[in-house]
T-cell receptor
Framework: DQQVKQNSPSLSVQEGRISILNCDYTNSMFDYFLWYKKYPAEGPTFLISISSIKDKNEDGRFTVFLNKSAKHLSLHIVPSQPGDSAVYFCAASAGNEKLTFGTGTRLTIIP | ETGVTQTPRHLVMGMTNKKSLKCEQHLGHNAMYWYKQSAKKPLELMFVYSLEERVENNSVPSRFSPECPNSSHLFLHLHTLQPEDSALYLC???????????????FGPGTRLTVL
């Protein structure tokens, strides 16, 4: 049973436009969410996180939105840049338990 | 060296071989992790070490044997693996095993393992 789902395996966005990556979860006990970015041949790099007491967290061009009632979070990147092309993983945890990762979404920014 | 390093980056082994993966973190962290990433599957947590003690073993087959001699080094010893064990093996470290905002995990580049 996959508790963290990224239903879009890939996404292409024009440079300068907004990229929106989505993530759904089923475990209502999850209270901490993270996004990781992964380039080929490298390990995942932490990008941004949000705890369940917030519904939005912003860091520069990256904003994460959390909708607890829908069990949905999204990552917005604006404006999108060619260097943003990577695989993005959503991850979640409940209390001090382990992180559960989604399968990832490959984002391609078209120049 | 900075961050989290892993060696080797690529490994091809037969099912009867014994090999080891090495991870080293230069961040002064107290917790280290092994993850397995298979194609089109979520990252799977394998083992967690905190202050050199194993705190989690996620039902991993005994053909995978972790070792944490100190808080900076983590090994994954491999023996009699199966072809389905072919995957990217990622090491990570964090300040502690909590999941608060100060306990973000930092990943190494991974070892691409192919079992023939």
């Amino acid at each position: 049973d996959q508790q963290v789902k990224q239903n879009s395996p890939s996404l292409s966005v024009q440079e300068g436009r907004i990229s929106i990556l989505n993530c759904d979860y089923t475990n209502s006990m999850f209270d901490y969410f993270l996004w990781y970015k992964k380039y080929p041949a490298e390990g995942p790099t932490f990008l941004i996180s949000i705890s369940s007491i917030k519904d939005k967290n912003e860091d520069g061009r990256f904003t994460v939105f959390l909708n607890k009632s829908a069990k949905h979070l999204s990552l917005h990147i604006v404006p999108s840049q060619p260097g943003d092309s990577a695989v993005y993983f959503c991850a979640a945890s409940a209390g001090n338990e382990k992180l559960t990762f989604g399968t990832g979404t490959r984002l391609t920014i078209i120049p | 060296e900075t961050g989290v390093t892993q060696t080797p980056r690529h490994l091809v082994m037969g099912m009867t071989n014994k090999k080891s993966l090495k991870c080293e973190q230069h961040l002064g962290h107290n917790a280290m992790y092994w993850y397995k990433q298979s194609a089109k599957k979520p990252l799977e947590l394998m083992f967690v070490y905190s202050l050199e003690e194993r705190v989690e073993n996620n039902s991993v087959p005994s053909r995978f044997s972790p070792e944490c001699p100190n808080s900076s080094h983590l090994f994954l010893h491999l023996h009699t693996l199966q072809p389905e064990d072919s995957a990217l093996y990622l090491c990570a470290s964090s300040q502690s095993t909590g999941m608060g905002e100060t306990d973000t995990q930092y990943f190494g580049p991974g070892t691409r393992l192919t079992v023939l």
